[in-house]
Structure formats: structure tokens, C-alpha cells
């Protein structure tokens, strides 16, 4: 059975926080708050935890998902490289819902599923999170929701849908605005074949991020895509 805390309330926060810390040393799941949705975390450098999260989704190693960070420094050791433009956006839109793929650190040893050598990273705006990341160190981190469904918004619609393939659950209140981050890739900027490129819109938007980038963002396609494989 579920643990359930509310973050909110400073006589469950520290017993939520040190439950949720001692289940991704585990290896088990957490429920959390971030500044978009609510997403479920593990340890990401743990390759049963990280494969536990795909399974209580309902997605295969095709689906990797992305990695919340403490903060940019952690971010630099977890990258191969960050063009001058990505600094750029980094600096304007972090902390906040603006999910980045960049080519991984090849030294590194984890197993985020199929990636082609590349990771998803994003600082969320919101404490409870950032704690937890600077306790527990870079976390997987998806929308809490079964794939194809939508993305929870408070921690009712994440234990409906989730249930017991999560350990404990951090109950931060309905989520601000309930649009996840906006992602991005940005591995062909890195190797200068390609401007970076729109995965899925979200709370980042297209002006917002031409506004940095310039001619280094593709141009606005007649339709954009979505894809299930964000955090919150």
C-alpha cells in the first residue's frame, strides 16, 4: 500500500520528504509536484527503478524517460555539451517547464532505455521537487499518468491512475496550470546539422523560444506533434 503526504502541511512535509527519499533508495517510485504536472520519479541511475517507472506507465524502453536536475551545474555533468544558444535559453527559461535533449555524457553508467546516446534534462520551478533532487541527486522523472491518458494535475488523478506501483506520493496541490513542459531537441545544434527542434509544445512557447534562439530554432511547422514521453 501507497504513502501519501502532503507537502503542504510543514508536520507531513519533512516525514513525506525523508519516506520519498528512502524509496528511491530503494528503488521504488515517488509521486511528486513539479511547476507543470505531477510527475513519478526514480533514481536515475538506477536501471530497475528506471525500467519499474516505463512499466507503471505502460511504455517500453522506446519511451526513455527525462532526467529533472538540482540545478545547471549538475546539468553540465550530465551532457556531452551545451552550444552557446542552449546557455542562452538555459539562463531565460530555468527553473521552468522547458525540457531539453542534449547528447548524454558517454562515461556515464545508466540505462535510460533506448535513447541513442542522448538525455532529456530539466530544473523544475518548484521547492518540493528541487529538494528532493539535491537530496536524491538527477531523478527520471515522467508525467504521472498511464501512457495515452492524461497528464494528472493533483495527486488524486496520479494514484488513479498509478496506484500501488508507486510508493509514496507528495501531495503539493492542484497543479498551477496543468500544461507540461515544452521539449526540445537540440542534439543537431550541438553537431551543426540541424537547428533545434520542437518535440512537443508547452509551456515554453515557439515566440518565447525564437526569441532566444533566432535562426537557430526550425521553422514553425503547419502542425505541431505531440509525444508522450515528457515530465511534468
Known sequence: MYELFDSRDPEQLLPGM???RQAIARGELVVLPTDTVYGVAADAFNAAAVARL?????RGRQ????VLVAGVTTMRALVADVPEPIERLVEAFWPGGLTIVLPAQPS?????????GTVAVRMPA?????????ECGPLAVSSANLTKRSAAVDV???ARMLGDTVAVYLDGGPSRDGVASTIIDATGLVS?????????????SRDQLRSILGEHLEPDPEDDHDHDHGPA
Do not use: I
Open 63 to 66: 519511451s526513455p524517460p527525462p
Open 108 to 116: 556515464l553508467s545508466w540505462d535510460l532505455g533506448d535513447t541513442g
Open 192 to 204: 551543426g546539422a540541424r537547428p533545434v527542434r520542437v518535440l512537443r509544445s508547452g509551456a515554453v
Open 156 to 158: 488524486d488523478d496520479a
Open 54 to 58: 516505463l512499466a507503471a506507465k505502460g
Open 18 to 20: 525523508r519516506k520519498a
Open 126 to 134: 518548484d521547492r518540493v521537487a528541487l529538494e528532493l533532487l539535491e
